[in-house]
């Protein structure tokens, strides 16, 4: 377990604290655990607490911003690299804030392909 107050990263996936959410981000309905990063082989990186609200940016999918609520315990919440054959640390985010999360290196490639506006 590794604990996360400003800033960490689980495989290709960067989790760090930020003021807001971007004006234009649209707030998503939750229905069951939230996959804040998902994967073409199927580990993707889940979050099963109800407390965290998850807001997405229209027009780019590699970029997502999570409220952390009171509805949280005091621990936080855990990020789980759904992984089993190559399982790596899972993250908890703590305290009451808004975490954005990237994958940095394909964030990159598509903002230099002009796949991203």
């Not at 996936?13 to 939750?30: D, H, I, S």
């Not at 993707?44 to 807001?55: D, L, S």
Request: glycine share 12%; with cysteine.
């Amino acid at each position: 377990m590794k604990t996360v107050e400003k800033m960490g990263a689980q495989g290709d996936v960067v989790f760090r604290r930020v003021e807001g959410v971007p004006a234009g981000a649209k707030k998503m309905k939750r229905k069951g655990p939230l996959v804040v990063a998902h994967s073409e082989t199927g580990h993707h990186h889940v979050i099963q607490e109800p407390g965290v609200v998850q807001f997405d940016i229209p027009g780019n999918p590699l970029v997502c911003y999570l409220q952390l609520t009171d509805g949280l315990s005091g621990d936080g919440c855990s990020v789980v690299h759904q992984r089993p054959w190559d399982s790596r640390v899972f993250l908890v985010l703590v305290g009451l804030s808004l975490v954005a999360v990237t994958s940095p290196l394909w964030y990159g490639v598509a903002l230099m392909q002009g796949w991203l506006q």
